[in-house]
């Protein structure tokens, strides 16, 4: 392989099914040497769960094991017994990463734990990753991804019909979104470990994650001061029209169209009908008003015409609205294959095949998948010839617990709306000084949305930017200024990194591009997170996150059955993204750490998102099999029952998984082992799978009489994967939640207290500092006085001229 960004960076994986495996993925596609632990004859489960070329079983042949594990090498390690131990304690050594997903019993029944691994390895970062984290009344219950999902708050607020039960994206969203977390946060712990003082315990929680970053962010802040909130909806944007999918000719489309120029480029689409000349339409809330009369109208027009030619004439005319491509679709799209992003490998047995390549390019290390997954234990020779004269990691530490990873990191941030803050917020929490660029000529939107502290409207009030943009601090430079250009360039040459998420040319039109950057510091990384990259057919595109995923093949897999779609009403993509471009900036600076050169990181929003499609992908490019929506079955049919089931109580839900046959066997014997339970159309894995329809309107009824929370504790009892599914007025008084402290009330500069989400992840040596979103400019006088020298007159100018302002 040719030397990655992360090259040097020894990475040991005690990982199965698809979060750790994920995580470490990333490590390798990035050029980390990662050695994959695989205990047991079968090896990693996801070997078994295909899909499989001709749906022919074969563990060499799984696609989901292929997406999940390329670059790295396999060994087969027995870790019940002592030889195996010992050989997976001499990798541990010598590692600087540990990734493992296994559950917190496990590890300390087996003296695999923290607490005795970093006796062994003090430079070690070991990060795991569960459904509910290593520590809090949840940590040692069974669960899954699905599980994990629903106490987010995040079906039950942004996704299903009223009445009906909360969906999940259809594919594993809490592994992937936990993954990605955990890839950011570890790799900071491991490029800091010189700082903090060696290195540390990164405890992961999927759930929590999202439950912060994602539900949290728009909604904990107006909870708490107001005891306000919403449900799901079944429409994409309840307050305004059009903002929903849409069925057409072929298929449907994300009909977005907000802003006053958005609403007459689709008028001009649709021959400007009278209906749409009313005055009141021109406001998008007084169309979401009428929704009941816009949408039928809109409808009867798209039911006239296919998805890429309505996507087509509406972008020309300035109108957001994307169809929403089929995983096919998506797979054989011509922007995806100009810009590389599907690669052929070749494998021993499985022979030669596609997969999806790097979620983000870099310039001069641009990563992504070269080798295909190994063959079970294909390396266990290699690896233990290199355990044998491997020497443990050297201490080279000189920090304190009471630094942070990226202390000393300066980070100049452009990006707006919700993406762009989170990638500086995650930095933030980690230790970075970021300065969000931005001014009062042009308020961000975001911090025009409701509620605001005590009512009181003002861009400086907004709790939910509060929370979104939390980790952040503010410099206030109108670019649209003479003079501003030169003010930014001097800020630029005192920052390691510049992130942006405006459209394609932008920044160089401002005269900030990278070549322009360049010239005031060479080594400066430029992050650009566009919709669809920086190149390619679709570069242009124009898309909110809300309607992104569309261009993924996401959103075709999320709905109740096939043909019958359901949007997710937020935008899932914006934190997920935001959190990934922060991991694509720590890999650049391992490697400008390691070889001083700076580098453009082009981060396709579209690519990074679509790597949550990798096990339909496979589907669909070994068997041709397009995949659809599940409801909430599991997305390559491994479980059953696995779904979300009716409670006691107002739109009140648990989440019951059986994906062993002893969770199957505690769920029987839970509802005191009824007659349909023991028919033969439930006898086995594969009776329930063929039958699940049925399996889950029976236990449906029988879970219908029981509260949420009681049933899973006893379904917990008896050794099966349960969970409550949350809303968001459960979230700051659930017991987990509150033990981990997720919510935290922070005083604001300005003088009052609210709600914000803490940091999600947890640190064993580091305590991230977390204050609320900035006011705008209230880093002014550090920055332009102490950090660039300015006089104090020039600095007065310059406010007066409204450069600063």
Partial sequence: MSKGALDGIKVVELGESVSAPYCAKLFADYGADVVKVESGPAGDPSRSWGPFPGDEPDPEKSGLFHFLNTNKRSIDLDLETSAGREAFLDLVRSADVLIENMRPAWKRERELDWSELKALNPQLVMISITPFGQTGPYADWRAYDLNAYHLTGASNRYCGRPGEMPLE?????????????????????????????????????????????????????????????????????PLAAPASIVPCK???????????????????????????????????????????????????????????????????????????????????????????YIVELEHPRLGRYQTLG??????????????PAPLLGEHRDEILNEGSSAKPKASTASGGESRLPLEGVKVANFG???????????????????????????????????????????????????????????????????????????????????????????????????????????DVIMFSMPAAGLYGPLKDVRTYGLSLTSTTGLDSLVGYEEGDIVPVENAFSDPYNGIFGAFAILTALAHRRRTGQGQQI????????????????????????????????????????????????????????????????????????????????????????????????????W???????????????????????????????????????????????????????????????????????????????????????????DYQTLKENKVIY
């Fill in 358 to 371: 790097a979620p983000f390019k870099l310039s001069e290390t641009p990563g992504g998948p070269e080798r």
């Fill in 416 to 522: 707006w709306v919700w993406a762009g803050p989170v990638t500086g917020q995650t930095l933030g929490f980690l230790g970075a000084d970021v300065l969000k660029i931005e001014s009062y000529a042009r308020v961000d939107m975001t911090r025009s949305l409701p509620p605001f502290a005590g009512g009181e409207r003002d861009p400086n009030r907004s709790l939910s930017n509060n929370a979104c943009w939390a980790g952040n601090g503010s410099v206030s430079i109108n670019l649209k200024q003479e003079g501003a250009r030169e003010l930014a360039l001097q800020l630029i040459a005192e920052c390691d990194v510049v992130v942006e998420n405006f459209g394609p040319g932008v920044m160089e039109r401002l005269g900030l591009g990278y070549e322009e950057l360049k010239k005031v510091r060479e």
């Fill in 250 to 340: 072929d298929g449907h489309v994300w009909m977005l169209a907000l802003e006053p120029g958005q609403w007459n480029g689709l008028r001009e689409v649709m021959g400007d009908p009278e209906w749409m000349q009313l005055e009141m339409f021109q406001d998008m809330f007084s169309r979401g008003e009428n929704a009941d009369l816009i949408y039928p109208l809109v409808q009867e027009w798209s039911a006239e015409h296919t998805k890429m030619d309505i996507m087509d004439r509406c972008q020309a005319a300035g109108c957001p609205i994307t169809a929403v491509f089929t995983v096919a679709e998506a797979a054989e799209h011509p922007h995806l294959k100009e810009r590389g």
């Fill in 169 to 237: 994206h259809g594919t594993f969203a809490a592994d992937f979104f936990g993954a990605v977390s955990a890839a950011a946060w570890g790799l900071a712990a491991t490029l800091g470990r010189e700082n903090v003082g060696g290195g540390q315990h990164v405890d992961v929680s999927c759930a929590e994650a999202i439950a912060a970053a994602f539900v949290g962010g728009q909604n904990i802040g107006g909870f708490a001061q107001d005891g306000a909130f919403d449900k799901r909806t079944g429409v994409g944007m």
């Fill in 703 to 793: 879970t219908a009489g029981f509260d949420d929370r009681e049933l899973a504790e006893t379904l917990q009892a008896a050794g099966v994967a349960a969970a409550p599914v949350l809303g968001v007025d459960d979230l700051l008084d659930d017991p987990h939640y509150k033990a981990r402290q997720t919510f935290i009330e922070v005083d604001h500069p300005l003088g009052y207290r609210e709600t914000i989400y803490n940091a999600y992840v947890k640190l064993s040596r580091s305590e991230p500092r977390v204050f609320p979103g900035p006011s705008i400019g209230q880093d002014n006088d550090r920055v332009f006085l102490e950090l660039l020298g300015l006089d104090e007159a």
């Fill in 602 to 701: 082009d981060f396709s929003q579209q690519e990074a998102v679509m790597q949550m499609v990798g096990p339909a992908f496979s589907d669909y490019v070994l068997n041709q099999r397009v995949a659809g929506p599940l409801g909430n079955q599991h997305p390559l049919a491994m479980a059953a029952p696995h779904g979300v089931f009716p409670c006691a109580g107002d739109d009140r839900w648990i989440s019951i998984v059986a994906q062993e046959e002893s969770e199957w066997s505690g769920l029987v014997s839970a509802m005191g082992h009824p007659e349909w339970a023991s028919q033969d159309e439930f006898a086995d894995i594969e009776s329930r799978l063929a039958n699940i329809q049925a399996l889950h309107a029976k236990i449906g009824e």
